[in-house]
């Protein structure tokens, strides 16, 4: 189910086109990210599946080349989320809305 909706959202990507970039994953529990290539599919699974609670992803993929660009600092991944100056695709428009009442 959630590579259908990556799929819907990225399309087709089997064939590594996107591969320079990363989908972004981080939780909220440990506040750690993980990078990983679009094409392999069954890393972002299995990870999401051995804890699906409380995971986001950014919706933009992220350029670890321009990241790793703008620092000369060993860049500890977990700790980066990527930012619009990083993001290489946008795939869609989206809103997020966050309500206090839970609906």
Sequence with gaps: MILDFFHTLYGDVADGE????????????????EW???????QITTSIDKDPNDVYFGVCLQSPTLIQARTTKTIEWQRVRGTADTATLI???????????GV
């Design 36 to 42: 990983h290539r679009l094409s392999n599919e069954e």
């Design 18 to 33: 996107l591969d320079s970039n990363r989908l972004v994953i981080w939780r909220k529990g440990n506040k750690k990210s």
């Design 91 to 101: 795939p869609a428009f989206w809103m997020d809305i966050d309500t206090s009442c």
